[in-house]
């Protein structure tokens, strides 16, 4: 069974910053895309950054680009965001996906374009 459980989240003051972890188990995910989302209340479900297996690729929403760095170690089977510079509109539940479905290859900022999801991490930044 495919679990991905995520880690890091918590309360941070705007300008402080966060490392969320995402641990892939059930599978290796060292040959495939793995992301990035987040959904905040009343919202939908947003791409956030996504890296390929194969060169590291990256890949970010224009709202985080030079703030969030996602990263990945596939010997642990595990990807990584690192947010910086947090600001109160970054709070959300944040959520790890991976295994693209046929043809997200194409489309890896759409979140139908996976196949796992994990439970999400609170992410809360206070003016």
């Known amino acids: 069974q495919v679990q991905l459980v995520e880690s890091g989240g918590g309360l941070v003051q705007a300008g402080g910053s966060l490392r969320l972890s995402c641990a892939a188990s059930g599978r290796a995910f060292s040959r495939d895309t793995m992301g990035w989302f987040r959904q905040a209340p009343g919202k939908e479900r947003e791409f956030v950054a996504r890296?390929?297996?194969?060169?590291?690729?990256?890949g970010y929403a224009d709202s985080v680009k030079g703030r969030f760095t996602i990263s990945r170690d596939n010997a642990k089977n595990t990807v990584y965001l690192q947010m910086n510079s947090l600001k109160p509109e970054d709070t959300a539940v944040y959520y790890c996906?991976?295994?693209?479905?046929?043809?997200?290859?194409?489309?890896?900022?759409?979140?139908?374009?996976?196949?796992?999801w994990g439970q999400g991490t609170q992410v809360t930044v206070s003016s």
């Open positions: 996906a991976a295994g693209l479905r046929p043809g997200g290859w194409s489309t890896p900022w759409r979140s139908d374009a996976y196949e796992y």
């Open positions: 890296i390929t297996w194969n060169f590291g690729s990256t």
